[in-house]
């Protein structure tokens, strides 16, 4: 992959940023390659996550929050707990994503972010996930409708869908979430 980068790519506040945001001493990262050796989904990347973290210390903000990386990483840990120098990379990327969204960067990936909101909707409605109504809302949302219904079909012909939804905990949900929503907003 080559990169052409200009002035107005460099931030040399986003380093500070982005340990800031994560917690993390990412300057203690000596580009081992561990995290991409064992990232599972590091074969949808467009920059691994070494690079990534290379990106934010040379404060290539730009770079960071314009790839599919930071978006197609699912948070598994293995890069953390592979990490010598105890770096929690999926906090890194969390933040990368948190910024992102902050600065109204439009996301590389958009069905992802449509994935979270659907996801976070029925776990507001229902107190869990109802994969059905997920599956519905990420439709409506993305405006795929075709798409994986074979899949789809093969599943609900195994019955691996519930037709109807079971509620659990809906209220004590709603408060956790509207705690962590008033948290975030204290944060600011």
Not at 26 to 36: A, G, V
Not at 61 to 75: A, D, G, H, M
């Amino acid at each position: 992959m080559e990169l052409h980068l200009s002035g107005k790519d460099y931030d040399p506040d986003f380093l500070q940023k982005m340990m800031e945001e994560s917690g993390q001493n990412i300057n203690l990262c000596f580009q081992c390659k561990k995290c991409t050796a064992g990232c599972p989904a590091v074969w949808a990347m467009d920059l691994t996550p070494t690079q990534i973290i290379h990106a934010a210390r040379l404060g290539l903000k730009e770079l960071v929050f314009n790839s599919k990386t930071i978006w197609f990483c699912v948070s598994c840990q293995t890069c953390t707990t592979r990490c010598p120098q105890d770096v929690d990379i999926a906090k890194v990327m969390d933040a990368a994503r948190i910024l992102a969204q902050k600065e109204k960067i439009k996301a590389t990936v958009p069905d992802v972010v449509a994935f979270y909101k659907s996801s976070i909707g029925a776990i507001k409605h229902f107190g869990r996930i109802y994969e059905l109504g997920l599956i519905g809302e990420l439709k409506l949302r993305t405006r795929k409708f075709f798409q994986d219904l074979v899949l789809g079909m093969k599943m609900f012909r195994k019955r691996k869908f519930k037709l109807f939804p079971k509620w659990v905990n809906v209220l004590e949900v709603n408060k956790m979430l509207y705690r962590i929503k008033k948290m975030e907003k204290a944060k600011k």
